[in-house]
T-cell receptor, first 112, second 114 residues
């Protein structure tokens, strides 16, 4: 029972263009959502989050969009840089439980 | 160091042996989590400690897995009678209570069961 799904295992974009990473969830009890970035041999690093009362949150080059009716969120990176090449995980949580459920991850490659 | 520290970074063991993995969370963080990442998979939740509350063990895959957190700080994940399918990277994370899910991860322990 995969409550959080990232259906694209990989994505390749050109430097300077937009990267769009997608995530779908099934549990309507989730009320906050996060994106993490992971480099090889390192732990995931928090990138950006959004609560269910918002539909957009922006931090520099990173913007997360939440569509509650579709149970879908996306991460936009503009402009993409080679240093953004990493595995990106979306995660969802419920403030009732305090724990996160992670997706399978999407490997982003930004080509110079 | 200010971050989450895990040891050992790598562990190779023989099938049937017991292993202990250690996690030192960020000082002052009341919540501590263990996850597992098998090859090509996402992060699988294992167990969650929050302050003095009973831990949420709902993610532990079998009774061979257990974890404890002593004094509200350091945690140890123990796997008894290891199997080859236990081979994975075990990640620990900690967070401040009430920070709505922002967890800070260690670099993980890569466990290989031969």
């Amino acid at each position: 029972d995969q409550q959080v799904k990232q259906n694209s295992p990989s994505l390749s974009v050109q430097e300077g263009r937009i990267s769009i990473l997608n995530c779908d969830y099934t549990n309507s009890m989730f009320d906050y959502f996060l994106w993490y970035k992971k480099y090889p041999a390192e732990g995931p690093t928090f990138l950006i989050s959004i609560s269910s009362i918002k539909d957009k949150n922006e931090d520099g080059r990173f913007t997360v969009f939440l569509n509650k009716s579709a149970k879908h969120l996306s991460l936009h990176i503009v402009p993409s840089q080679p240093g953004d090449s990493a595995v990106y995980f979306c995660a969802a949580g419920s403030s009732n439980t305090g724990k996160l459920i992670f997706g399978q991850g999407t490997t982003l490659q930004v080509k110079p | 160091g200010a971050g989450v520290s895990q040891s050992p970074s790598n562990k190779v063991t023989e099938k049937g042996k017991d292993v202990e993995l250690r996690c030192d969370p960020i000082s002052g963080h009341t919540a501590l989590y263990w996850y597992r990442q098998s090859l090509g998979q996402g992060l699988e939740f294992l167990i969650y400690f929050q302050g003095n509350s009973a831990p949420d063990k709902s993610g532990l895959p079998s009774d061979r897995f257990s974890a404890e957190r002593t004094g509200g700080s350091v945690s140890t994940l123990t796997i008894q009678r290891t199997q080859q399918e236990d081979s994975a990277v075990y990640l620990c994370a900690s967070s401040l209570e009430g920070t709505f899910g922002i967890q800070y991860f260690g670099a993980g322990t890569r466990l290989s069961v031969l």
